[in-house]
Structure formats: C-alpha cells, structure tokens
C-alpha cells in the first residue's frame, strides 16, 4: 500500500460526459502528478500540482482540467468524453516539488461508451 | 507523447536466471527511477538513481545510472515466479520545470 488513494476504482460511462476522477496524495506530500495509461501502453505524463498551485504540463487535452485543493487531494475533471479516453488514470504523490521519487495509487479505470 | 525506449519489449525466462533491462533516451536525466507494474495496479518504486555511475541494490535486484546520464540498467537475479510483471524506468528531466517521462515498459514471464 503506497498510502495514496483514488476513487473510484472503476468508472463507466458514455461518450459526451464529464468525470471526476479524486485522488489523496500520502500524509505529508505535498506534489500531485496525473498520469493515462492506455491499455497495454506506458505512463502518458498529465499534469502535476504542488501545494495547491499548478507545477508542470505534459500532455494534457484541453477537455481535461484539474486542480488541488487546501487539504492537498487532487482532482482530475475530463468532459465531453470520447471513446479513446478509456484508460486507467493514476495518481501519484511525491514530497516536494520534483526531482524526487513518486508514489503511485492504485489507478480508476475509466470505460467509456 | 514523450516516451524512453527500454528494451527488451518482453522477456520469458525460466525461474532462477538474471534478467537484464535497459532504458536509453537521446535526453539527459538528472534522475531515474524503476517501477513494478501488476496486472491492474498502480506502478511500484523499485530503485531512484540520482548520480551518474551511481549503482544502487534493493535485494535481488540492481539499477545503474549510465555515466552519460542518457541510459539506465535494471538486473534482477535468481529471478522467481512473483517478479512477473511490467517493469517501466523512469527519467525525471528538468527542462524550466520538472517533467517525468517514462518507458515503453518490460514485461516480464517467469517460467517455474
């Protein structure tokens, strides 16, 4: 057990809708990291959010958002699904800003319609 | 997206032999980090490498940062039924802002 925790564990839903995928990062950290998983492909980097504040942009599609809130528990908010958004979404907390090892939940699995 | 290339793709070996993985890119790192991948779970920390040539062990397993800082090296030895799995390296790039981008993956199949 990592200490980060996500949910839902699995999410189905259709095409056109918005999601809400809640991670909580491990007690004392204080970086946020969202990561897609295609199936049977690597990590895809998301975004990451460091003490409230947004930290760094990878590839992230501009139907996706997310934000951090005070108690630093992260949310990721994809709208007007399509169907190659199915994936495993993960979260991963890591202490400081970067430049350090993350820890990574257990993933929600996202099905889409 | 921006992904390390780590080779070999896949791998079936029989329980009790060393395994070897490797992950190059054409970018420095600054740092590297190995992971465990389970059927349905999220990745696990295996071993960071923070210097170049630095050489770090977690049990069985060892990782090496490449003296050029573009390469990295993951062996497990004795390896056992439980070691199955996706095996991904990681390379922390600082580019203005920090970015982690990772491999294409091993997956791994041990034969008992």
């Known amino acids: 057990d990592s200490g980060v925790t996500q949910t839902p564990k699995h999410l189905i839903t259709a095409t056109g809708q918005r999601v809400t995928l809640r991670c909580s990062p491990r007690s004392g950290d204080l970086s946020v990291y969202w990561y897609q998983q295609s199936l049977d492909q690597g990590l895809q980097f998301l975004i990451q959010?460091?003490?409230?504040?947004?930290?760094a942009k990878g590839n992230i599609l501009e139907r996706f958002s997310a934000q951090q809130f005070p108690d630093l528990h992260s949310e990721l908010n994809l709208s007007s699904l399509e169907l190659g958004d199915s994936a495993l979404y993960f979260c991963?907390?890591?202490?400081?800003?970067?430049?350090?090892?993350?820890?990574f939940g257990p993933g929600t699995r996202l099905t889409v319609t | 997206g921006q992904q390390l290339n780590q080779s070999p793709q896949s791998m079936f070996i029989q329980e009790g032999e060393d395994v070897s993985m490797n992950c190059t890119s054409s970018?420095?790192?600054?740092?590297w980090l190995w992971y465990k991948q389970d059927p349905g779970e999220g990745p696990v920390l295996l071993i960071a490498?923070?210097?170049?040539?630095e050489l770090t062990s977690n049990g069985r397993l060892t990782a090496q940062f490449g003296i050029t800082r573009k390469d990295s090296f993951l062996n497990i030895s004795a390896s056992i039924p439980s070691d199955v799995g996706i095996y991904f390296c990681?390379?922390?790039?600082?580019?203005?802002?920090?970015?982690?981008?990772f491999g294409t993956g091993t997956r791994l199949k041990v034969l008992a």
């Open positions: 490498l923070y210097k170049a040539g």
């Open positions: 990681a390379g922390l790039l600082r580019s203005g802002t920090y970015k982690y981008i």
């Open positions: 959010y460091y003490n409230g504040e947004e930290r």
């Open positions: 991963a907390s890591s202490p400081r800003t970067g430049g350090d090892e993350q820890y």
């Open positions: 970018s420095i790192f600054n740092t």
